[in-house]
């Protein structure tokens, strides 16, 4: 027949089988260690483990394995609802849920208009902000293509010989067969490859420019 001993004990868990749900306590008094089943910590946030402070009451058992098992049993720190529950806890829970249930309850449309109000300013901001910020990316854009001033390289007249060269589909320097030929192409034919760096001037390092 099993006994039970009221008092409140504490110890640690030092040895704790998660897969079979059991372990053991050593005593703060160093007495013999306590067997403890998962089913002594009723519902908690978490399960046991090793090196955790436990606070338990004690009963003999008849197993030959254990003298002592712990049961309505607490770990330290952590949220725990034993089934075993004193009728003073009861009885202030029922008088909790009595008293908050004949309070009548209390409708306010304060937050409703407070909320109304706040979005009105929040977009108030939204397009102060907006429109700040379309201002300053006018002010930083770069002038456009027209606003600059793009130097003009002058290049020599083509003197009167040039006037007898026509476009005949060439298009790299080696096969131009003058100076002015060059000049002629650049200016007046298309799909030339005889300006490389783009300052108008054909071939310089056959033309020597």
Known sequence: MKTRTENLQKGVLFTWRDEK???FILPENCGEDIFIHISAFGRISRRPKVGDIIYYHLKTT?????KYSAYN???QGVKSHNRIATANNLKSRKNRTSTNANKPKRLSR???KMSFWKMIVGFMIFIII???GISKI???SPP???????????TPPLSSQSQQYHCAGKV?????????????????CSGVKIDGDGDGMPCEQRCGH
């Open 144 to 154: 456009t293509s027209s606003q600059i001033d793009v130097p003009r390289i002058e």
């Open 130 to 132: 907006f429109v700040y």
């Open 73 to 75: 049993a607490t770990i």
């Open 21 to 23: 749900g059991f372990g």
């Open 172 to 188: 790299h320097c080696s096969e131009m067969d003058s100076c002015e030929e060059a000049r002629y192409y650049l200016h007046h």
């Open 138 to 140: 006018k002010i930083s």
């Open 62 to 66: 008849s197993s030959q394995k254990c």
């Open 110 to 112: 304060k937050p409703a």
